[in-house]
């Protein structure tokens, strides 16, 4: 079992940038997948990045290629979002999530298995 606990978000002007965070228990973290997603209100949650176990390998929504960056650091347990040139269509929760799949088979939500709480991203015009 693995904890998550996001941290990072708040409000920012459009154009802004914000570092998410999340870090997770156990000493296991280096098994899972790791993923970042958010949900907006009326809207489906949807996977903005994911990185692999080693952190070699990545995955972007088209929605934020080139503005968003994830990375981990296995040895501190902690996996990163760092947000530039941030919309207002960036408003959202966000959520981390560990999944015990293989990078390739970890698109979707429900291929996850733990979820931190969420943190709050605000961006205005």
């Known amino acids: 079992q693995v904890q998550l606990v996001e941290s990072g978000g708040g409000l920012v002007q459009a154009g802004g940038s914000l570092r998410l965070s999340c870090a997770a228990s156990?000493?296991?973290?280096?098994?899972?997948?790791m993923g970042w997603f958010r949900q907006a209100p009326g809207k489906e949650r949807e996977i903005v990045a994911r990185?692999?176990?080693?952190?070699?390998?990545?995955y972007y929504a088209d929605s934020v290629k080139g503005r968003f960056t994830v990375s981990r650091d296995n040895g501190k347990n902690t996996v990163y979002l760092q947000m530039n040139n941030l919309k207002p269509e960036d408003t959202a929760a966000y959520y981390c999530?560990?999944?015990?799949?293989?990078?390739?088979?970890?698109?979707?939500?429900?291929?996850?298995?733990?979820w931190g709480q969420g943190t709050q991203v605000t961006v205005s015009s």
């Open positions: 999530a560990a999944s015990r799949r293989t990078f390739a088979s970890t698109s979707y939500h429900d291929e996850y298995d733990y």
């Open positions: 156990g000493r296991t973290f280096s098994v899972y997948t």
């Open positions: 990185v692999s176990r080693s952190g070699g390998s990545t």
